[in-house]
């Protein structure tokens, strides 16, 4: 069983874009998926068509349960399941505040999922919180999308010092770049540099596309509604690069 977070402290970047298209990718694939929508504005949740919310009884994502079980989802796609986003999500960080051993709720919480899964992947919302050191813990990969813009290659770099600060494994973080514009000369002289200077930055590049945007439209993953475009093709590069880091096995 492998944990892919998408992740990135930054705002509307591509995550969701990416968690719902590499889910849909990891199933089709044969691997038996899970998403975690982890964001309380529920994106993912609303591409699959899956009505928000988790059982009372489960108390959300705060209290490791079995409950959770009873939250999960299945999508229309065989083999992907949906851990919907619940308005509790929102607090996550206060809520495990007050417990002990505050950076390993999420790991405790998503333990009895993850056995029933190959692959899990986390939407994970912009935040370096506490919820955030709880996916750092948790993850066995941390997936960022990069916008060549620098701002957002400052932000990556401040993410990897914070990871080596607090000894979070930062070996375990790649980058891919996102919403790109290579008709942009500021874009494409942030990409090369980029690539010189971050470490573990990923081949594929997933280019500004209106196919992305269209997903919001049709509530579906790339594949199900247009699997011959450059989108589509883009994410499929993205999965075979993802497939190929150092998880645990995933069937391919
Ligand atoms: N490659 C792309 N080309 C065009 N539009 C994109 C692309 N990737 C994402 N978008 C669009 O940009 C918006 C933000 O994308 P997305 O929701 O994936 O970002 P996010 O990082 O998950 O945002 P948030 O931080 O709010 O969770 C969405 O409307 C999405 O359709
Ligand atoms: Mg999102």
């Known amino acids: 069983m492998a944990t892919i977070a998408l992740y990135s402290n930054k705002g509307g970047v591509g995550k969701t874009a990416a968690a719902v298209n590499l889910a849909y990718l990891a199933a089709a694939n044969g691997a038996n998926t899970l998403l975690c929508d982890l964001d309380a504005q529920g994106s993912s949740t609303y591409y699959f068509r899956v009505q928000p919310g988790i059982k009372r009884k489960a108390r959300g994502l705060a209290k490791g349960s079995k409950e959770i079980l009873d939250s999960v989802k299945a999508t229309t796609y065989a083999g992907l399941d949906l851990l919907p986003a619940d308005f509790s999500h929102r607090r996550l960080d206060l809520e495990y505040a007050e417990r002990k051993k505050p950076t390993e709720r ?142 645990k096995h995933i069937p391919a």
């Open 106 to 247: 999420l790991a405790k919480a998503l333990e009895p999922l993850r056995s029933e899964y190959d692959v899990v992947i986390l939407d994970c919302p912009p935040t370096i919180n506490l919820l955030a050191e709880n996916i750092f813990m948790t993850a066995d990969v941390l997936l960022t999308p990069l916008i060549p813009t620098p701002l957002s290659v400052l932000a990556h770099r401040q993410l990897l010092d914070f990871l080596s600060e607090h000894e979070y494994r930062p070996e375990r973080l790649y980058a891919f770049f996102s919403m790109t514009d290579l008709r942009k000369r500021l874009q494409r002289e942030q990409l090369t540099d980029a690539r010189k200077t971050l470490p573990r930055v990923l081949q594929t590049v997933i280019p500004y596309l209106a196919t992305v945007e269209q997903m919001g439209v049709q509530r579906a993953p790339i594949g199900a509604f247009a699997a011959n475009t450059p989108a589509a093709a883009a994410y499929r590069d993205l999965w075979a690069e993802v497939q190929a880091l150092p998880l």
